[in-house]
């Protein structure tokens, strides 16, 4: 089992950052993709960003629109969603999400891919 922790969420006025941070622990493995979801007030859940094995390889939704950096520190098995430039548009839960094994990231993955989910941390972006 893979446990993720996420922090860092919070009240933001628009135009603001917040850096979100995913604590990994239990079983992770060297080669697999961890990521970002989020789900706004009302809406269905939706991809942000996704990295593999050590941030060599990042891919981002459409909406990120290079505002948003997904980075990871391998040797602690943690994941980062640093957010700049947002907008109440971005307001939702986020969530900090890893896959089991794999080779690679670098098509969307089926939702069922994601074996393992935080608890989510809510972003709330006021106007």
């Known amino acids: 089992q893979v446990q993720l922790v996420e922090s860092g969420g919070g009240s933001v006025e628009a135009g603001g950052s917040l850096r979100l941070s995913c604590a990994a622990s239990?079983?992770?493995?060297?080669?697999?993709?961890m990521g970002w979801f989020r789900q706004p007030p009302g809406k269905e859940r939706e991809e942000v960003a996704r990295?593999?094995?050590?941030?060599?390889?990042?891919y981002y939704a459409a909406f990120v629109a290079g505002r948003f950096t997904i980075s990871q520190d391998s040797a602690k098995n943690d994941a980062y969603l640093q957010m700049n430039s947002l907008t109440p548009e971005d307001t939702a839960m986020y969530y900090c999400?890893?896959?089991?094994?794999?080779?690679?990231?670098?098509?969307?993955?089926?939702?069922?891919?994601?074996?393992?989910w935080g608890q989510g941390t809510l972003v709330t972006v006021s106007s």
């Open positions: 999400v890893a896959t089991g094994p794999r080779t690679s990231c670098s098509e969307e993955l089926p939702i069922s891919e994601w074996r393992y």
């Open positions: 239990g079983k992770t493995y060297l080669r697999r993709c």
């Open positions: 990295i593999y094995n050590g941030g060599s390889d990042t």
